[in-house]
């Protein structure tokens, strides 16, 4: 099982999932606090190639959820519980160096802010041929062409140049295409990727969604896309797993889930997104209230107190996460009826 | 400044529009994505550019110039030696302990008739010592406690934080006496690390706190993403971007080092050996001819204020080029 072993493409949508999330809880205690717990009980899965987008607003342990398969949640303050098993290998419960090789090599992660996530005091390609020396043992000289090759690859123009530029001197886009290069460096298997379109402006966000749409297929890489767009997981995600409170509510492939979303928040995250064909000046449906008002999951249904049409058992009972043989699943007392 | 007349400023105004406006197609011009012309512009680099057009920047860095090539040249320039006793016969203890300026002597002879000139050129040798050696050491020692916390955290940084603590709360230059009067022989070199040990604490604390917030920043969290070892997170990751501070402080810390080491030896815990000219040392001589012969005070206190000013001007300015927040 090293990073060599997989040619790219070759178990492409292949049956066994490459990692496997089961149950994964993460819990923050500080002293003197009660303990909040941030992901409570979520599981999926993620196939090769297959692309599987965490959906849901601030707040909703989506981050949380990407940090602790990729054991960076901070060594103390925290409990994480469950598994997350990696080809055969439970990565929550992994030796710390056993992960740190894996991390960049076999999993790889893209976070929000470009500009922040860079070292501002290194050129770029010496941030890139770091990861190549470091997982393949690559020399500095032996990794600058490889380097050059992947700000090519990632549409960075005059890549011999780039190579000695500081961040400071790339535009947005850039900077994130840079980052993208890091993390593909080594071909992960899987790329997590952190609301990586958040902080750049619109038509930047296209071109890095294509890029990484066509690196993924192209090299038959997993993505996991943590976003609060739903445009974003419009156009890039095969599954979707919806989040509230830190646990998913629906999950189903793209065109289903956008086509018939049986959740009241999954309805309302749709409905409160402005339409090219809605009548002009016609307001926006907002979901009422926020995360700060939410019930705990024990004893209700943690959405209950903004939800467009709670029942009485909605207060009273936790609603589970029901699957149906689609393969969508179902957190809801009383669901939005299915369109289709 | 007049107010100018509106018709001029509004033709100002136009023409800082046009040059904007003509960089900026000369920006849209290149590729994009180009954010600045030229290639490879680090931090470094482009604090540089600023100071070179500072003016309190070029008087401190032309003191400090002068101050370095004296030093070093002083020995071969010295009109005379400086620990012989040449105008001796003209010392009269009872009517004129000092012999004055005359031919050869542009500023007169000491107590003992040694030249005075002589002596300020090469007294600026061992300030230049002791200045350097004490912010080398100092610096050695607080960037490795610094490190130590900043690296480890926990109870690293509690231990090693408590004992800087400890070391701040007592004052610098009382500390540095305590340090020196231990040496059972005083020399050059207990100067050095008497004046080095107030700046370890100093530095220290200084470079904790910038490593601890290097330490939860995102590019730390994405070399850790990245897979990137521990040691490398923080000799690569974490400490060039928190050596700011730490240079700057240096700077000024010189400018410390120097006026601490003059006290030092005023009071007498400096080398004992006169014939090593050391402008605190000469100060102190100077005390019983302080009123009928000011000069001989005067001259070496003068030539420590600007050395000292010419490191805190570098140092200050330095400071603000490197500051973000002070760019203009």
């Keep these: ?340 | 400044m007049t107010p100018a007349n509106p018709m001029t400023r509004r033709k100002d105004r136009i023409d800082d529009l046009a040059a904007t406006a003509g960089s900026d197609r000369a920006a849209a011009v290149r590729e994009a994505g180009s954010v600045d012309e030229k290639p490879g512009v680090s931090l470094i680099a482009s604090a540089w550019q600023r100071l070179r057009r500072s003016p309190v920047f070029l008087i401190g860095a032309a003191i400090t110039l002068v101050f370095v090539v004296l030093a070093l040249v002083s020995p071969l320039i010295a009109p005379h030696d400086p620990a012989a006793n040449l105008l001796l016969d003209q010392v009269r203890p009872q009517s004129n302990p000092i012999p004055g300026p005359q031919p050869g002597y542009p500023l007169g002879a000491d107590d003992v008739g040694r030249d005075l000139l002589s002596r300020l050129l090469v007294g600026s040798q061992q300030t230049l010592i002791v200045g350097v050696f004490a912010t080398i050491f100092g610096l050695t020692g607080g960037m490795t406690l610094g490190i130590l916390a900043g690296a480890f955290g926990g109870w690293v940084d509690s231990l090693v934080m408590r004992i800087v603590d400890v070391l701040l709360s007592i004052p610098s230059l009382l500390l540095a006496f305590s340090i020196a009067a231990l040496a059972t022989r005083p020399s050059q070199l207990t100067v050095i690390i008497a004046v080095a040990a107030v700046q370890v604490p100093i530095f220290a604390r200084l470079l904790r706190g910038s490593m601890l917030a290097q330490r939860h920043s995102d590019h730390v969290l994405a070399a850790r993403a990245l897979g990137v070892t521990e040691r490398a997170v923080v000799f690569r990751h974490m400490l060039p971007n928190s050596l700011g501070p730490v240079i700057v402080q240096s700077t000024l810390v010189l400018a410390v080092s120097i006026i601490d080491a003059a006290a030092l030896s005023f009071l007498g815990l400096g080398n004992p050996n006169d014939r090593q000219p050391e402008w605190g040392q000469m100060l102190g001589r100077a005390q019983p001819f302080i009123y009928d012969n000011p000069h001989l005070a005067v001259y070496p206190a003068l030539c420590i204020i600007v050395v000292a000013l010419g490191f805190t001007l570098m140092g200050e300015s330095l400071r603000e080029a490197l500051d973000p927040k002070t760019r203009r």
């Excluded at chain 1, 000046?281 to 999951?297: E, H, K, Q, R």
């Design chain 1, 1 to 340: 099982m090293t990073a060599t072993a997989t040619t790219p493409g070759s178990s492409r949508h292949g049956d066994e999932p490459l990692l496997s999330v089961r149950d994964l809880r993460v819990t923050f205690t500080r002293q003197g606090e009660d303990p909040f717990t941030a992901v409570d009980g979520v599981s999926f899965d993620v196939r090769p190639g297959q692309t599987v987008g965490l959906v849901g607003e601030s707040g909703c342990g989506k981050s949380v959820t990407s940090l602790a398969i990729m054991g960076l949640l901070p060594a103390r303050g925290n409990r994480v519980e469950g598994t997350a098993t990696f080809e055969g290998t439970d990565l929550l419960t992994l030796a710390k160096d056993k992960m740190r090789d894996r991390r960049g090599r076999d999993i790889a992660m893209i976070f929000q802010d470009p500009l922040s996530s860079l070292n501002p005091v290194v050129p770029i390609g010496r941030q890139v041929t770091e990861v190549l020396e470091r997982h393949k043992s690559m020399s500095r000289k032996a990794a600058t062409p490889v380097a050059r090759e992947l700000l090519d690859r990632v549409g960075i123009p005059d890549p011999d140049r780039r190579l000695t530029d500081y961040p400071h001197q790339l535009s947005g886009g850039m900077r994130q295409r840079a980052l993208i290069a890091m993390a593909l460096a080594c071909e992960p298997r899987l790329l997590i990727a952190d609301e990586p379109t958040t902080a750049l402006d619109v038509t930047i966000q296209a071109q890095i969604l294509g890029l990484l749409k066509e690196l993924v297929t192209e090299s038959g890489t997993a993505l996991v896309m943590i976003t609060h767009d739903l445009g974003v997981v419009a156009g890039l995600c095969d599954e979707v797993n919806v989040l509230y409170g830190g646990r998913i509510v629906e999950r189903g492939r793209r065109h289903e889930l956008f086509a018939s979303p049986r959740h009241p928040y999954t309805t309302g995250l749709l409905a409160s997104i402005p339409r090219l064909d809605g009548a002009r000046g016609a307001p926006l449906t907002p979901i009422p209230g926020s995360v700060a008002d939410n019930l705990p999951w024990e004893h209700a249904c943690a959405f209950a107190p903004r939800c467009s049409q709670p029942v009485d058992r909605c207060t009273e009972q936790s609603p589970e996460l029901e699957h149906d043989d689609g393969g969508r699943a179902l957190r809801c007392f009383n669901p939005v009826e299915a369109t289709s």
